[in-house]
C-alpha cells in the first residue's frame, strides 16, 4: 500500500507520516528522499516510481510525503491521497519557530504564495489541521 500525505510547509504531513509508520511500521519518504536510491536523479527517479508501483497492492506500507506538486506523478494509481491543510496563519506561525521565531516578509510572501496550492489535486481525504491531534488525524486516515 502507498499512502501519499500531500501539502504545503509546515502543516503537519510529517507529523502524521511518522506516526502513521510507528503504527503499520510503513517506510516514510520525504520530498526529494529517492534521490539517495542512486547516483543519478533519472535513475533514482526510475527506482522510486518502480518501488512505489510494487508497493500498490502489496502487505508492505510506504507514506510519501509530499510538497511539491511535481512529486505528486510519483503516486501510483491506488495510492491513497491524503490532503493535510492549514491556515496560513499557522503555517506561518509554524514556519516561523524553523526561523527562529522571525519570519522575514519575503519568507511570508512565498508562503502566502503557495498557500492553496495543491487545493485542486485529487484526495481520497483532505484533513484541515486546526487543533486536531495527530493520533485523530491517524485514526481517519487508518480508517480508510
Known amino acids: ?12 504531513k510529517s507529523s502524521v507520516a511518522y506516526e502513521l509508520s510507528k503504527r503499520i511500521n510503513a517506510e516514510v519518504y520525504a520530498g526529494k528522499d529517492f534521490l539517495k536510491l542512486a547516483k543519478s536523479e533519472s ?3 526510475k527506482i522510486f516510481s518502480e518501488l512505489l508501483s510494487s508497493n500498490e497492492y502489496g502487505d508492505a506500507v510506504v507514506v510519501y510525503v509530499i510538497t511539491d506538486t511535481e512529486h505528486i506523478t510519483f503516486l501510483p494509481p491506488k495510492a491513497l491521497r491524503v490532503l493535510v491543510t492549514a491556515d496560513i496563519d499557522i503555517i506561518k506561525e509554524r514556519f516561523a519557530m524553523r526561523m527562529n521565531g522571525k519570519l522575514p516578509a519575503p519568507v511570508a510572501a512565498m508562503l502566502e504564495k503557495k498557500h492553496g496550492m495543491f487545493d485542486k489535486e485529487k484526495n481520497d481525504l483532505h484533513i484541515h489541521n486546526a487543533g486536531k491531534s495527530i493520533s485523530d488525524i491517524c485514526d481517519k486516515i487508518l480508517a480508510l
Open 43 to 45: 535513475d533514482a527517479r
Open 1 to 12: 500500500m502507498v499512502i501519499g500525505i500531500i501539502g504545503e510547509s509546515c502543516t503537519g
